[in-house]
């Protein structure tokens, strides 16, 4: 139904920028809220940002002012634009699909991982 590749990730110095991007496989991208969230290794898995279908976002407020989400919904991409990178912004990071019509769906990408070094 929906299937979400993650690719952008990378080594990077702190002050640095990366840019994420999800692309979903689906015919609903036009229903989905995207995010992308984090995990760094022993810690629980955290929202970063979301993107609902009209493009209003949300933040954590560890990443507000450094990191900016877009989509694309004719491309069906969701990106993620990360700037300052910070040592603790080290981790795994997550594409997440929500269909706004379901509110058991859920459908997760693979990762892909973001190690920013001093």
């Known amino acids: 139904q929906v299937q979400l590749v993650e690719s952008g990730g990378g080594a990077v110095q702190a002050g640095g920028s990366l840019r994420l991007s999800c692309a979903a496989s689906?015919?609903?991208?036009?229903?989905?809220?995207m995010g992308w969230y984090r995990q760094a290794p022993g810690r629980q898995r955290e929202l970063a940002a979301i993107i609902t279908p009209g493009g209003s976002t949300q933040y954590d407020k560890s990443v507000k002012g450094r990191f900016t989400i877009s989509r694309d919904n004719y491309e069906s991409t969701v990106q993620l634009q990360m700037t300052g990178l910070k040592l603790e912004d080290t981790a795994g990071y997550y594409c997440?699909?929500?269909?706004?019509?379901?509110?058991?769906?859920?459908?997760w990408g693979q990762g892909t991982q973001v190690t920013v070094s001093s």
């Open positions: 689906t015919s609903i991208f036009g229903f989905l809220v």
């Open positions: 997440d699909a929500k269909d706004m019509r379901s509110v058991s769906s859920n459908y």
